[in-house]
């Protein structure tokens, strides 16, 4: 009774480490405003929104202001602003930061970890072309609206193991479709704890339960099991049944975007892994 109470109770404690929180939400601002385009109802709709992406998705999701961008480049800029500043879901540091630099009329998107491969080269350029034409027309909150709302489609995608990338299409023409692919999955701190725990319980359990079946002893030798004499080889021989045969297409240049797709991954100052791209407005 008190055996079955015990392994009752171990069972709980592996149900309960499969449902701890993945993380908590940092206090750090998803909408920095620096270059005073956004009105507060402006701005605390966009921190809504991406607070809502960053709890669906579990990346960051950041949009950054500037008047200058203080003699860097937009990519350094951007780069160096998301680590120096504490962004980052997870061990990967996943997310992406949208800079706006009004000095040189620069917009740069920057993504690391998990999201490097969410969204592509392809998908960096396509979300910045649904930001263009408000940012263009001076209406900043529509086109960071725009953008915010086009970033579902390619999380989607890249959870579903199939990341959205039009560069895959040789010919030239974009496409939403399916590509050779290494897909990455998401890593957490606290899934590898609570599967380290649960792993911990079932040793137990079974520990306990192995204790209790003392009634049988393990025999060192097959031989133990066969009646003598009745077992006789009588011929054999090695016989080649099949092989198989693994082949993996090598990828192509196409047009000076990385690999005929993907993302094209640098380092910021700090060392840590980006991609991205940008352009003017």
Known sequence: MKRNIFSLLLCLLLLAALVLPVSAAPDL???????????????NALKEKAQSLRTEYEMDVVILTVDSL?????????????DDNGYGYGEDYSGLLFLLAMEERDWYISTCGDTIYAITDYGVQKLGEAALSGL?????YEAFDAYLNALPSYLNAFQSGHPIDGYADYSGDYYHGERDT????RRSPNLLISILIGLVAAGVTVGVMAVSMNSKRPQRSASS?????SFRLRTHQDLFLYSNVSKTRRQENNGGHSGGGGSSVHHSSGGRSHGGGGGKF
């Open 29 to 43: 601002p998803m909408v920095v405003d620096n270059a005073g385009l956004l009105s507060d109802a402006e701005r």
């Open 70 to 82: 203080e003699g860097k480049t937009p990519q350094d800029y951007a780069d160096d602003y998301y």
């Open 136 to 140: 263009s027309a001076g209406a900043y």
């Open 182 to 185: 290494v897909v990455h999955y």
């Open 225 to 229: 099991y066969l009646k003598a004499g």
